[in-house]
């Protein structure tokens, strides 16, 4: 690495990572980054985690797609082409983009032409920027003139946005990360901050140190729980079990908020009598955790001055995700504990920019900022601002686009052809058996990525994109901050920004857009969203945002400062009190069984992001962590007579991988996790694709599997 002295040029931006939204600065020599610094941005005072610093490399990899690429006449769409797939030429041929875009937006528009206008779906990226996913979502609805536009969010908060829209009204944290500085108690459920959220962490170990208890909840005992004042490591698939005896012991012992119950809730008789069968003794044997550390722990959460509740998709990626987040929602308001200073609600966000591009509305049943497209005033409103007809009818989610696409023909909604930008659903989507035959049964598939990801292997046309540093955007982080990204260097060969192929798209599907002034366009388009979003970021202005680098919403002028803290005197619900949601024990999908007796868990590591299409490409995060592992208790290992390293395999009952195991005494015995980054053991070939029914998330963190020893790695 250069140090920065010696450097040509310094950029400022934010982490393309994970949503903790660290500021940062590219050092720039001879057109290349060659080293990243932390700035002194809200969520990260200087500090970065070990992507944020070391992982930015994987722009200048050499297996960056710098031509538009065309599927060569007759190849097939051979799922067994995913498999490590280094070399392409003899599937693609390189075009011009006037011969891609014809391909890719006059392809569409053919498909659209031909059999109606439920034919063709989008998903678009929370990597990417606002202003990206905001013209993405715009073109599905005006230009595909249907809402099946999706992306990752669907996968990972989808059930705790769900409960909370339902709850507060709002989708979007109650509190910033850094008010845990605020807080005597910090409950952590279903989440792993020191890989998934390390500079979060920070936040909660420094907490700890002054004095804050920390409580870790989780199936899996993780880094954490060293800085933990109590851990409960329950059963996975309990988490209602566990919440519910909690809510029952500040019921039963006297210990709710009477005068926010009655000034600020609606539905708590509905609640108490709900869970009176719900005593921590009936439910310790359930969720495998003490009574009295039940009635310990939810006295300590009742009465301390302050607690905050930090979630991540341990909670949400369940078939009963939105009931985990309902009894946390209920938790917080029968104590009081939410609208002050170091108490609420934060679901930690995964990717850098899906609250944001769930903001902008990239999703299915909502137009930007979240106004269902099923409420007449909403659909009125948005068909003046873009002059346009629009569909009433919520679009399809991720996991039903798949199944829409295998529909048969005889479907009035059968997808016949999608647009994919800088998603991986080919990696990202459980059950990837089925997930890939249905993209290889696309009539046509247009993806547009920085890689040849597994999802561009099964495409017609692919269209050679812009990296995070090649381009200026916005992001919101975990935190509802706004923050500004710049453009550091040019994108390599013939990539172009994403904002730029999105508007060649719509242009060959007949729609005019003409954004045009600073930026390339691109504050044109920002400007264009912060109307479409009414009050919420009306504050924020690009040029605010040029000067300030980074500003919290709400924010109604340009005087507002944002407010970190929400909720202070009402919430965002019709009558501004919180709705209080019963919610009953609903078991997993699938159980494990006789034939398949462990539960398989997964997630995310510190060094590898996702589907690994940027960090697996990243030297120094590749080189920490090569290779697939699947992490098994010691007492496990030895019943199956394996050691560290030895190969395992996995099997489901939709598919299996050859996995190396990995020593982690911290997975409960019966239980194993796999993270999802590694193509040579992709976890989702084995997950479930079961649904939440409110928030349509996938089941990602339970399902049944049985381990041999040996296989193919
Ligand atoms: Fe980037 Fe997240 Fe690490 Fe911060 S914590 S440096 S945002 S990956």
Redesign the pocket.
């Known amino acids: 690495l250069i140090g920065s002295q010696t450097v040509d040029r310094k950029v400022d931006s934010?982490?393309?990572?994970?949503?903790?939204?660290?500021q940062?600065t590219y050092n720039v020599k001879d057109e290349k980054i060659v080293s990243v610094e932390?700035r002194d941005g809200p969520?990260?005072h200087n500090?970065?985690?070990?992507?944020?610093?070391f992982?930015m490399d994987y722009i200048h990899n050499p297996q960056r797609l710098t031509k538009p690429l065309i599927r060569k006449a007759g190849v097939a769409k051979d799922e067994a082409l995913l498999e490590g797939k280094q070399d392409w030429s003899d599937i693609f041929r390189e075009a011009t983009w006037e011969e891609a875009l014809e391909v890719a937006g006059g392809g569409l528009k053919k498909l659209k032409d031909q059999y109606g206008n439920k034919v063709l779906a989008g998903f678009g990226s929370a990597k990417g920027s606002n202003e990206e996913a905001y013209l993405f979502q715009k073109l599905v609805r005006t230009g595909f003139e249907n809402n099946n536009v999706d992306h990752c969010t669907r996968l990972c908060h989808a059930s705790s946005v769900a409960a909370l829209l339902e709850g507060v009204g709002s989708g979007a944290v109650s509190n910033q990360v850094n008010d845990v500085e605020h807080s005597s108690m910090i409950f952590l459920i279903g989440s792993n901050p020191t890989a998934n959220?390390?500079?979060?962490?920070t936040w909660f170990k420094n907490a700890a140190k002054r004095g804050a208890k920390i409580v870790l909840c989780d199936p899996r005992m993780t880094d954490i729980a060293k800085h933990a004042w109590r851990t409960m490591q329950f059963k996975p698939d309990t988490d209602v079990a566990m919440l519910n005896a909690m809510i029952y012991t500040v019921i039963e012992e006297g210990l709710a908020d009477q005068d926010f119950i009655q000034n600020r809730a609606n539905n708590f008789e509905a609640l108490k009598e709900n869970i009176k069968g719900y005593s921590p003794e009936a439910m310790a044997p359930i969720c495998g955790i003490p009574a009295e550390t039940l009635r310990e722990v939810a006295r300590e959460f009742a009465t301390t001055k302050s607690a905050m509740i930090l979630w991540g998709m341990g909670v949400s990626q369940h078939v009963h995700g939105t009931d985990n987040a309902r009894c946390l929602i209920a938790l917080v308001s029968i104590t009081g504990q939410i609208g002050k200073p170091g108490s609420g609600l934060h679901p930690l966000r995964g990717q850098?920019n899906v609250q944001g591009a769930s903001d902008a509305g990239l999703i299915p049943m909502m137009f930007p900022n979240y106004q269902r497209v099923d409420n007449p005033e909403a659909h009125a409103w948005f068909e003046k601002f873009w002059d346009t007809p629009l569909d009433k009818k919520p679009g399809y989610t991720v996991v039903e686009i798949m199944h829409k696409i295998t529909a048969p023909d005889s479907d009035p909604d059968k997808i016949r052809g999608m647009y994919v930008e800088g998603e991986n659903p080919a990696m990202s989507d459980p059950d990837l058996n089925h997930a890939r035959h249905a993209l290889a049964a696309l009539d046509l598939l247009v993806v547009q990525d920085i890689f040849m990801t597994e999802t561009a292997l099964l495409a017609d046309v692919v269209l050679p994109a812009s990296a995070w540093p090649e381009k200026v955007g916005t992001a919101s982080?975990t935190d509802r901050m706004v923050q500004m990204g710049k453009k550091a260097i040019n994108p390599p060969g013939d990539a172009k920004p994403d904002l730029w192929i999105i508007q060649q798209i719509a242009k060959h599907m007949g729609l005019n857009w003409d954004y045009q002034g600073a930026d390339d366009g691109v504050a044109a388009v920002y400007d264009e969203m912060r109307q479409a979003m009414h009050a919420a970021i009306n504050g924020i202005t690009w040029e605010r945002l040029e000067k300030e680098s980074s500003v919290t919403y709400p924010c109604l002028s340009a005087e507002d400062p944002g407010r970190p803290i929400v909720f202070n005197d009402k919430f965002d619900t019709k009558d501004g009190k919180v709705k209080l949601v019963p919610a009953d024990i609903i078991p997993a999908n699938e159980r494990p069984d006789t034939e398949y007796p462990f539960v398989l868990i997964t997630g995310r590591q510190l060094e590898h992001?996702h589907t690994g299409s940027m960090t697996r490409r990243a030297t120094v995060l590749d080189a920490i962590e090569p290779m697939a592992t699947v992490s098994m208790n010691g007492e496990d290992m030895t019943q199956l007579g394996v050691s560290a390293g030895d190969v395992i395999t996995v099997q489901s009952r939709r598919g299996e991988v050859g996995i190396h195991v990995r020593r982690d005494d911290g997975t409960p015995r019966g239980v194993i996790f796999i993270p999802f980054a590694y193509y040579e053991a992709a976890a989702n070939l084995i997950t479930n694709s079961a649904l939440d029914p409110f928030g349509k998330i996938p089941e990602f963190k339970y399902c049944a599997v049985k381990l041999a020893k040996g296989g193919q790695a």
């Not at 500090?47 to 610093?53: F, P, Q, S, T």
């Open positions: 934010v982490c393309p990572f994970c949503g903790v939204g660290c940062i932390g969520a990260n500090r970065l985690c070990v992507k944020g610093r992982g959220h390390p500079v979060a962490a850098n982080n992001w």
